[in-house]
Every structure is written in structure tokens, then in C-alpha cells.
């Protein structure tokens, strides 16, 4: 009989979670808004209960769950030391209360880390040995597979692509350093740019499609798509820029396939072309036939990607 994990995906918006087998599918589904509220403790009490209603919900009994959130996770502790997403979250163990509620093996991963297994498993990056991903989204962030295994670092934090620095004089990122790929090619990072132009009278097209609205990545893009120059440039550099981060690191890792998921890929070859050209561009040798690939896996990334840290640690 196939084996069977409980899966949860938590952000600041939704806490889902799913019954999943071990060929991926999602057999029961359940999803909520994270409470408004959001204590550590009510956060704790709904991701149990969710598990508990999907385990509930499907057959045959799960062997393991996982959770993946964003933030700093220490994966062999099941502990949160740092949850953007929710307020207090620090130093916090989550596995605990899972393992206890549901009788079985419980494990937390950090969300872009589980969707970079994810991919390698049911995804994108299925029939690679070593595999790099990015999410490009409101943040930038990571995973490595090397050797069919999720690469987690001496201290659990591989992966943090958003952090490398592309120029120590760029703007400031979150994380407290300068030019961070992050702080200067994410979905903030592009709002930026399209307040910057606002800000200048630079945009006509741009101005009456933010009307009274915060700008955004989105408006950025729209603006591109309806003949702005400016603002299609902007997104051209910043694919650039996103290409030689990832070929950088293509030169550190040499995977098999870099694959992408996020919502910036909404931007489509706009962003994706000059990214690619600029990572084939400084990717060294041989490695500069490393497969591109976007991912396959959707809105699910987060909960297969928890499924398959589930398998992982299941089997060792």
C-alpha cells in the first residue's frame, strides 16, 4: 500500500494543509485564512487542527507530517527561530505539538527549501541529481538538492538566495546589508522602482494605472505591456540582474537545472529572457548549458514541497 504524509503550508494569508502520496497527489485538502489575530498560539492551534481535518478526511493513515513556513527554520529541532509572516514567532518549536495531536513523526522546513524538494520530486527538476531553485516573489528566496537531497547548510540557512550581494552600494535590504538580490529585483523591489518613477513624473501610462493605489510590481508590468518604455526597461534590468545572481551561483553549485517558481514569473519573457541571457552570459564553461525550468507544481508548490521533506526524513 503507498505511503501517505500530512502536509501544511502557512503564510500570512493562508494556512492550507493536505493529505499527499508519495506520487504527489493531493488526496484531501483543507484551507483557511491565518487568523487575524495571529499569536503564536492560535497560529500552533490551527496548523494542528488543519492536519488533523486532512488526516481525518482521507485514507490510508499518514506515516509523517511536515510543515513549511517562510523564515529561519532549524529544521532538526522543528523549531521557527524567525517567522516574518507571524508576530512572535521566535524560538518556537512546532513539531511538538504536531507529533503529539497526531501520533506520527512530525518535521517544519523552511517554504522555499520544501519547494525546491518538491520540485526535484514531482516538479520541474524531476530526473536531476543536483538542483538549484528560486521563488521570485514579494521576497527572493531558495533550495538546493545535491545528490537527490535537500542541502540545509552547517546551521540549516542554505539556500538564502535573496542575500547575495550584487552591489554593496544598492538599495537597503530587510535583512540589514545592501544590495541584496533581493532588495533589488523582488516584488518589492520592483514597487520600488514604480514609485521611483512616479515619484519623477517619469510615467503618464504607469500614473493612471496606480490611480490611488500603492504602486506594485504588478502596475510596473502592466504599464511595460501597454507600450511604457520606461517601465519595460525597468523589468529588463532587473531580469538581468536576477541572471547574474543565479549565474553566479550556477558557477558555485553546478546543478543539472536551475528551475523558478513565484509570482514575478507572471512578468513572463519580459523578465525571463534578459534573466537567462545574463546567466548564460557568466556562467563558466559547461555550465552555461544548465536547463532552465519553471515550475510545474502551481499554487501546490508549498504543500508538496512539505510532502516531500515529509518522504525525505522518512526515509533518512
Not at 517567522?83 to 523552511?110: D, H, K, W
Amino acid at each position: 500500500m503507498t505511503r501517505t504524509v500530512l502536509a501544511a503550508d502557512f503564510g500570512g494569508t493562508h494556512l492550507r494543509a493536505a493529505l499527499v502520496s508519495e506520487a504527489g497527489e493531493i488526496l484531501t485538502r483543507v484551507d483557511h485564512a491565518t487568523p487575524e489575530e495571529a499569536t503564536p498560539q492560535s497560529v500552533i492551534a490551527r496548523v494542528v487542527d488543519l492536519l488533523a481535518e486532512a488526516a481525518e478526511a482521507g485514507s490510508p493513515r499518514p506515516a509523517a507530517a511536515c510543515i513549511a513556513t517562510a523564515g529561519l527554520i532549524n529544521a532538526d529541532e522543528g523549531k521557527v527561530i524567525l517567522a516574518p509572516n507571524i508576530p512572535g514567532f521566535r524560538n518556537l518549536v512546532l513539531t511538538t505539538p504536531v507529533s503529539e495531536r497526531l501520533g506520527v513523526p512530525a518535521f517544519i522546513e523552511n517554504d522555499a527549501s520544501a519547494a525546491a524538494l518538491g520540485e526535484f520530486r514531482f516538479g520541474a527538476g524531476k530526473g536531476t541529481r543536483h538542483l538549484l531553485h528560486a521563488t521570485l516573489g514579494t521576497g527572493i528566496g531558495g533550495g538546493i538538492v545535491i545528490d537527490g537531497k535537500l542541502y540545509r547548510g552547517a546551521k540549516g540557512l542554505a539556500g538564502e538566495i535573496g542575500h547575495i550581494i550584487l552591489n554593496p552600494a544598492g538599495p537597503k535590504c530587510n535583512c540589514g546589508s545592501r544590495g541584496c538580490l533581493e532588495a533589488m529585483v523582488s516584488g518589492v523591489a520592483f514597487a520600488d522602482r514604480a514609485r521611483r518613477i512616479l515619484d519623477q513624473g517619469k510615467s503618464r501610462v504607469l500614473h493612471e494605472i496606480v490611480g490611488y493605489e500603492d504602486p506594485s510590481a504588478t502596475h510596473l508590468y502592466i504599464a511595460a505591456t501597454k507600450g511604457d518604455a520606461l517601465c519595460e526597461a525597468e523589468i529588463r534590468h532587473g531580469g538581468h540582474l536576477l541572471g547574474l545572481g543565479l549565474g553566479s551561483l550556477v558557477n558555485v553549485l553546478n546543478p543539472d537545472a536551475v528551475t523558478l517558481s513565484g509570482g514575478l514569473l507572471a512578468m513572463g519573457e519580459m523578465l525571463v529572457r534578459p534573466m537567462r541571457e545574463a546567466m548564460y552570459s557568466l556562467a563558466y564553461g559547461p555550465a552555461a548549458g544548465t536547463l532552465i525550468r519553471l515550475s510545474t507544481l502551481g499554487e501546490d508548490a508549498g504543500l508538496l514541497g512539505a510532502a516531500a521533506v515529509a518522504f525525505e526524513r522518512l526515509d533518512g
